[in-house]
């Protein structure tokens, strides 16, 4: 007689040593051997005193192994291979390759094909630099030393340069030109005529009207220093020396041309017929030019 089981899944009768429905494709379990029966005893008795109990001789049979399936394909009862099936086979892993242990020195892979070695080179990554580092501060360091922000007014100033340069010239040329003229001649007087004392204008009664001022040495000093700013505001280190210094000569100037006409004013006043009038000829404005514009020389911007 034929032993058979049952499918634990769609009850289908099986023969007993299937390893799979062919109704539903369940993978069977072998059923496990029948335990020996302690009851039954072979042998003498274990009353009998003069013998020694011994178990039965039992052989366990194990089961047969199930049936792989084919390579090729499925058996006819067998459902086609579906990854998500129960009893689909998992893939076998790939042998890894051994490594071979050198005296002395770090484990070599051996039998790794060389383009494993040249696909590892290209996907390994270099290490990253070093990061710089950075300022520590807080209590106990002191904070890091920062340079010193530039001023926008640092440099020197050329148009500065270039107006106290013209403003010198001026002064010293003025001083040489005609600075006042009478109504009843051509003659003028300059202002270094002034310094002597004995020159002026000849009056209708023909007397002479001199005019005596130590001014005009006055200014050809102050020229000269307008020309020394014009050279300072060339450099950096100098301008605001040289900015101070030609407000101060221009308006020193101005300021000794005014006297000198007042005092000119005066003695024509005091000496002079009421017939006899003077004038500010060309070298007094030039004079005055010049003071005027080396004072200006400061307000020009420096050179950033």
Not at 97 to 110: F, I, M, R, S
Not at 298 to 304: N, V
Request: aromatic share 6%; with cysteine; hydrophobic share 40%.
């Amino acid at each position: 007689m034929t032993e058979t089981t049952t499918c634990p899944t769609c009850a289908a009768s099986l023969p007993a040593a299937a390893a799979f429905c062919t109704n539903c494709g369940t993978k069977l379990t072998p059923a496990p051997p029948p335990l020996p029966d302690p009851t039954v005893v072979g042998g003498p008795m274990p009353t009998d005193p003069t013998q020694a109990f011994q178990a039965p001789p039992t052989s366990v049979t194990p089961p047969p192994p199930p049936a792989e399936p084919s390579p090729t394909g499925s058996m006819p009862w067998q459902p086609a291979d579906d990854p998500n099936s129960p009893w689909a086979q998992t893939p076998t892993e790939p042998a890894t390759p051994t490594q071979a242990q050198t005296p002395g020195g770090p484990p070599t892979e051996t039998n790794v094909p060389a383009w494993v070695h040249a696909a590892q080179a290209l996907t390994t990554t270099p290490p990253a630099p070093p990061a710089p580092p950075t300022a520590v501060t807080g209590a106990g360091f002191p904070p890091p030393a920062t340079a010193p922000a530039s001023s926008p007014n640092a440099g020197g100033s050329p148009a500065g340069a270039i107006l106290a340069l013209i403003g010198g010239v001026l002064t010293l040329v003025g001083t040489f030109l005609p600075w006042v003229t009478n109504n009843l001649s051509d003659a003028g007087l300059s202002g270094w005529d002034l310094t002597s004392g004995s020159k002026g204008f000849l009056l209708p009664d023909g007397s002479l009207l001199t005019f005596d001022s130590p001014d005009p040495y006055a200014l050809l000093a102050l020229g000269a220093l307008a020309l020394f700013v014009g050279v300072m505001s060339f450099g950096p280190a100098t301008r605001k020396v040289a900015r101070v210094l030609a407000v101060v000569s221009g308006l020193v100037v101005i300021a000794l041309l005014v006297r000198d006409w007042m005092s000119l004013a005066q003695v024509v006043t005091d000496q002079a017929p009421t017939s006899f009038e003077v004038s500010s000829a060309f070298g007094f404005y030039v004079t005055i030019a010049g003071g005027a514009i080396t004072a200006l020389s400061a307000l020009m911007p420096s050179k950033r």
